[in-house]
């Protein structure tokens, strides 16, 4: 059984998360190109390696940020969406 560290409800089966897509910077709805804006809403730059992605915690309906290699599939961290911006901003 694979488990993932929810920041909010400790360790949990795998199968209670959802996979969000990679955190990426959001253009200005209002102000971008409808390619721009679909590009950000459905491609993913699908890089091997680290990358931080959104997950949600289905049952409790949490959002939270976790840094998974692609490579291996291993979660390597998980934080809440305040810990990963505030560490963004440093």
């Known amino acids: 059984m694979k488990i ?3 920041p ?4 949990r089966n795998i199968s209670e998360f959802v996979w ?12 971008c190109s409808d390619e721009a804006w679909t590009t950000h809403l459905f ?4 890089k091997a390696g ?3 992605e959104w997950w949600l915690h ?4 949490f959002w939270f940020i976790a840094q998974r290699n692609t490579v291996t599939d291993e979660v390597l961290q ?13």
């Open 4 to 6: 993932m560290n929810c």
């Open 20 to 31: 969000g897509g990679e955190v990426k910077e959001r253009p200005d709805p209002a102000s």
């Open 58 to 61: 289905a049952p409790t309906n």
């Open 8 to 11: 909010l409800n400790g360790p």
């Open 50 to 52: 680290v990358v931080a």
């Open 43 to 46: 491609l993913e730059d699908n």
């Open 78 to 90: 998980t934080m809440t969406v305040d810990t990963y911006f505030d560490g963004a901003r440093a």
